[in-house]
């Protein structure tokens, strides 16, 4: 005898792709963490009371205490010896430039490729001109006739 077992449907189930609290309707950028931005007053008060701790392990205790790593030292202290209070202040975040001026930036750095195609081209039409008349030349002083058109 042969026995079947009864198809229940399996539950749906609806996941919005986000990860978080399980709030509903919140977006999706709701729960990322923000990056963290650092005045350049507290970058240069950061650097002033790491050089002055001599005490073994009492600069990592610092960059502990405040979340930093030792790569945001050297990159302050590398921006507070150029001098560079505005280099303390690294604002990554560029003036968007209109679809105009974008429009315009494209095409002036493909113009600057043809143009730099261009003379390599003239340059390599060049070098086959005067192989050419090289070889003309070397023919001709070998005293061998050209090859006749005729077939």
């Known amino acids: 005898m042969s026995t079947t077992m009864a198809r229940r449907p399996l539950p749906t189930i609806v996941h919005d792709g986000t990860v978080g609290s399980g709030k509903q309707n919140e977006g999706a950028r709701a729960d990322r963490p923000r990056r963290r931005t650092f005045t350049p007053e507290y970058k240069q ?18 960059l502990r205490r405040e ?5 945001h030292i050297a ?13 303390l202040s690294k604002n990554t975040s560029r003036a968007r ?4 001026q974008a429009e315009l930036e494209r ?11 261009l003379a ?4 390599a ?24 058109k005729r077939r």
């Open 45 to 62: 008060a950061i650097l002033a009371e790491y050089d002055a701790l001599t005490e073994p392990g009492a600069r990592g205790a610092l």
């Open 67 to 71: 979340g930093l790593y030792s790569s």
């Open 75 to 87: 990159e302050w202290r590398r921006a507070a010896d150029a001098g560079a209070l505005d280099g």
């Open 97 to 100: 430039k209109s679809g105009e």
């Open 107 to 117: 095409l002036r750095r493909k113009v600057e490729a043809l143009e730099a195609e």
């Open 120 to 123: 390599r081209k003239d340059a």
């Open 125 to 148: 039409l060049d070098l086959v001109g005067k192989a050419h008349a090289l070889l003309e030349t070397l023919s001709e002083s070998a005293g061998t006739k050209p090859p006749s």
